[in-house]
C-alpha cells in the first residue's frame, strides 16, 4: 500500500482489502443466477456464448470482442463494474484473451508491427476510479495473462454519455483525452471492457494519433448484439 495514501482513502483501502480477504473465505453469490456457490457458476458459465472473439467494426476501426454484451456475461460484468464483484474477473478473462488471440490472428503481419504492438488501456473518470477503488479493465487484463500500457491521460471530465448516439457522443470525447509523451512513435491495440457506440475508443485513437502513435484496432470483452458484423 503506498505511504502516500490520504488519510481519506486509507481506511478505504483497509476496508476493501478486507472485505476482498474475506471473499476468498466466504461463499459468494453466482453474478449470473445469484446461487450461492461461485463467482460464476458452472451452468451460468455454459450459456456464455462460445463464439468468441466476435468482430467488431466502427468507421473502418476493427474491434474484436470475447462475446456480446447480454446474457450472463452483461451482469457479470455490471457486478464488476457497479458491485465491487472484482472475483468475476477471472470468469471473464478467457473472453479478452480470446479476443486478443484473435485480433493478433486478424491483424496483418506487417514486420515489426506485432512484435511492438502494445496493449493500452483507457482512463476512467476520476469519479469513478475513487467510487470503484479499482479499474475494471485492468483486473481482467491481469487475470488474462496480459500487459496493458496507459498511454492516456485524462484531461476534461467528460459530461454523462447515457442516452447520447454516436455523433453526440463523439463530440462530448473530443478533447478528452491527450497521448502521454513516450507515447510516440509507439504502436497500439486498445483495450476496454465493453463496446456500445465505439465512441470512447475512437476519442483515444484521435488522442494517440495526435500524440504520433499508432492504433490498429481494440479489444474488448464484450460488444452490443447491435453492433456486431460476422467475422469473415
Ligand atoms: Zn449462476
Redesign the pocket.
Known amino acids: 500500500m503506498a505511504l502516500s495514501d490520504s488519510r481519506s482513502t486509507f481506511p478505504q483501502a483497509v476496508s476493501r482489502a478486507i472485505r476482498e480477504a474475506i471473499g476468498v473465505l466466504l461463499p459468494v453469490d ?1 453474478v ?4 450461492t ?1 461461485a463467482s ?2 458452472e ?2 458459465s455454459a450459456s456464455v456464448p462460445d463464439a468468441p472473439a466476435v468482430r467488431t467494426l466502427g468507421n473502418g476501426f476493427p474491434v474484436w470482442a470475447g462475446s456480446s454484451y447480454d446474457g450472463v456475461v452483461r451482469r457479470a460484468l455490471l457486478a464488476l463494474k457497479n458491485e465491487q464483484r472484482t472475483d468475476v474477473a477471472p470468469a471473464l478473462a478467457p473472453l479478452l484473451h480470446a479476443a486478443f488471440e484473435r485480433a493478433l490472428a486478424d491483424l496483418p503481419m506487417r514486420s515489426g508491427t506485432i512484435a511492438d504492438l502494445q496493449l493500452a488501456t483507457i482512463p476512467s473518470s476520476r469519479s469513478a476510479y475513487r467510487r470503484r477503488g479499482y479499474r475494471p479493465v485492468d483486473r481482467v487484463v491481469v487475470k488474462a495473462g496480459l500487459k496493458a500500457q496507459h498511454p492516456l491521460a485524462l484531461i476534461r471530465q467528460p459530461d454523462d454519455q447515457i442516452g447520447l448516439g454516436l455523433t453526440a457522443r463523439q463530440g462530448n470525447l473530443v478533447g478528452s483525452l491527450r497521448a502521454r509523451n513516450w507515447a510516440r512513435g509507439r504502436t497500439f491495440l486498445l483495450v476496454d471492457d465493453v463496446v456500445t457506440t465505439g465512441a470512447t475508443l475512437l476519442e483515444a485513437r484521435r488522442a494517440l494519433a495526435e500524440g504520433g502513435a499508432e492504433v490498429v484496432g481494440a479489444v474488448v470483452i464484450a460488444a452490443t448484439p447491435r453492433r456486431i458484423i460476422a467475422s469473415t
Open positions: 453466482c449470473g443466477c445469484g446461487e456457490d460464476l457458476c451452468d451460468c
